[in-house]
């Protein structure tokens, strides 16, 4: 079991910072595969972000190649977000989620297994 909680998110103007953190419980943390996502009001959820459970591997939308970037520390059992450049279509809320099959970086939100509450990312213009 492992229990995931996000927090960093707030407002913040168009071409501002954010970092997101994601904290999570349980000692098999290292092993499971880490993913973003966010969602948008009337939206579906959508792949954000994701790295494996080694970090040798990363994904990114191509809305955000660039701009945000996926990182773990292990010893910490925490994933962040950071976030550069935001846009006001970045606003959404923001999910961390993990995946048991460590090695391979899903962006199919049906595919992992634990998700955190989510952190509202608001992007003024």
């Known amino acids: 079991q492992v229990q995931l909680v996000e927090s960093g998110g707030g407002l913040v103007q168009a071409g501002g910072s954010l970092r997101l953190s994601c904290a999570a419980s349980?000692?098999?943390?290292?092993?499971?595969?880490m993913g973003w996502f966010r969602q948008a009001p009337g939206k579906e959820r959508e792949f954000v972000a994701g790295?494996?459970?080694?970090?040798?591997?990363?994904n990114y939308a191509d809305s955000v190649k660039g701009r945000f970037t996926i990182s773990r520390d292990n010893a910490k059992n925490t994933v962040y977000l950071q976030m550069n450049s935001l846009k006001p279509e970045d606003t959404a809320v923001y999910y961390c989620?993990?995946?048991?099959?460590?090695?391979?970086?899903?962006?199919?939100?049906?595919?992992?297994?634990?998700w955190g509450q989510g952190t509202q990312v608001t992007v003024s213009s």
């Open positions: 349980g000692r098999t943390f290292s092993s499971y595969a």
């Open positions: 989620a993990a995946r048991a099959w460590g090695s391979v970086v899903s962006t199919t939100p049906s595919e992992y297994d634990y």
């Open positions: 790295m494996s459970w080694t970090g040798g591997r990363t």
